[in-house]
């Protein structure tokens, strides 16, 4: 007798349907939670008319660099001595404009009580510090200096310069130094 044996085969389930989602969490965004600030005008910071931070004065210099037509019919160039030009003040501060020929330098010097900023224009100035060092400033440059700094700004190049000063508080006196870093010697009182 044949007999056919039956082999047990387990039972098996059809895979499971997935469980329906839940719906997604809305994710909002800090518009739709806050809304437009633009639109609140209660919470929008009035716009300055004049600067007071380190920031803000570097941005007025760089705001008065990319108007070249407002500053640039007014250089000057002087053999004799560096040309200058204030072009604007505010309370606790003005900006001044100044021409260098090839060779022209400022003499050692400090700012007194006023803090700065030196944004180079045109061409390339080279500042000596009062204790060595040497920085090279090229067009579209800044350089931020504290009260007391002192320095020497040269034109070291063969084509002339143009600088934007920016003195806050307005510049009331600049000492000058008996020593010249840029040539290493003691120049006579």
Do not use: K
């Amino acid at each position: 007798m044949n007999s056919a044996r039956a082999t047990a085969v387990p039972a098996t389930s059809a895979p499971a349907a997935p469980a329906p989602a839940a719906p997604a969490a809305a994710v909002e965004s800090d518009l739709q939670i806050a809304g437009d600030i633009l639109a609140v005008q209660h919470l929008l910071q009035p716009a300055r008319e004049h600067p007071v931070t380190v920031a803000e004065f570097a941005g007025l210099a760089r705001s008065i660099a990319e108007d070249r037509a407002g500053w640039e019919h007014l250089v000057r160039y002087d053999a004799t001595t560096r040309w200058y030009h204030r072009l604007r003040t505010g309370p606790g501060y003005e900006v001044w404009l100044l021409s260098w020929v090839p060779g022209q330098g400022s003499g050692l010097h400090d700012h007194g009580g006023s803090s700065g900023i030196l944004t180079v224009l045109e061409g390339e100035l080279v500042e000596h510090t009062a204790h060595g060092g040497r920085l090279s400033h090229h067009a579209g440059s800044q350089r931020v200096f504290a009260p007391g700094h002192a320095h020497e700004v040269v034109n070291d190049t063969l084509d002339g310069a143009v600088s934007l000063h920016v003195y806050f508080p307005g510049l009331t006196e600049m000492p000058m130094h008996s020593c010249s870093p840029a040539r290493g010697e003691r120049v006579p009182a």
